[in-house]
């Protein structure tokens, strides 16, 4: 006589399913964020090279502008053009009514919410950025304010007379986030270091 699996061993396997799917998800998550990661890099590289901007992949509708080096989580973010989203989701992209990254003004970045968890949530005020534009040099700036606005405050999106950043992302950005939310990080350009 057959045997049937009582509730027990049917709430056990469904569990167990579960917890195999989410590993697969979180692997398949991280492997495609090292991939994409590692093709904005490569562009950056061969844009650098040369002088003309390189899409991350054939069908990509960004391209990297710039480099963005945070030396105290010893991390770095490609800037990307804002003219799509087939890379949106995993770098920051340069507003297009601001002025380009390294310019003379205020260039906002939008950070997507990978990003405001892998590293703009861990920086802090004082903190360097140093800036690398296609077009302007390498730059050097220092955190000067954090916060969190509405999303209809569009004072951190005004021209600014000094060399700016200004990086903005969801907040807290949780899948049950409140969209009304905006994190702000601004950083103004450092004066030049003397030569020794």
């Known amino acids: 006589m057959a045997t ?5 061993g049917i709430i056990a396997s469904i569990l167990l399913s579960l917890g195999v799917l989410q590993f697969v998800q979180d692997y ?3 492997a495609q964020n090292w991939l994409v990661q590692n093709l904005l ?4 590289v061969q844009s650098q090279a040369s002088g003309s901007p ?3 992949w054939p069908w990509a509708d960004n391209w990297p502008l710039a480099r963005l080096t945070m030396p105290s989580l010893e991390t770095e973010q490609v800037i990307l053009a804002n003219m799509g989203n087939s890379a949106a989701e995993f770098a920051p992209s340069h ?9 003379q003004g ?5 950070v997507p919410a990978p990003g405001y968890k892998n590293f703009l949530s861990h920086l802090q005020n004082g903190d360097t950025l140093v800036l690398e534009s296609m077009l302007s040099g390498r730059w050097h700036y220092r955190i000067v304010d954090m916060h969190v606005v509405e999303k209809t405050n569009t004072e951190p999106l005004l021209p600014s007379s000094s060399r700016q950043l200004t990086l903005v992302s969801c907040y807290p950005c949780t899948s049950h986030s409140d969209e009304a939310l905006r994190y702000v990080v601004i950083a103004e350009e450092m004066e030049p270091l003397p030569n020794n």
């Open 4 to 8: 049937h699996p009582g509730w027990s």
């Open 28 to 30: 398949f998550e991280q």
């Open 41 to 44: 890099h490569t562009a950056w």
């Open 54 to 56: 390189v899409r991350p």
């Open 95 to 103: 507003l297009r009514t601001s002025v380009l990254p390294g310019e």
């Open 106 to 110: 205020n260039s906002v970045l939008t």
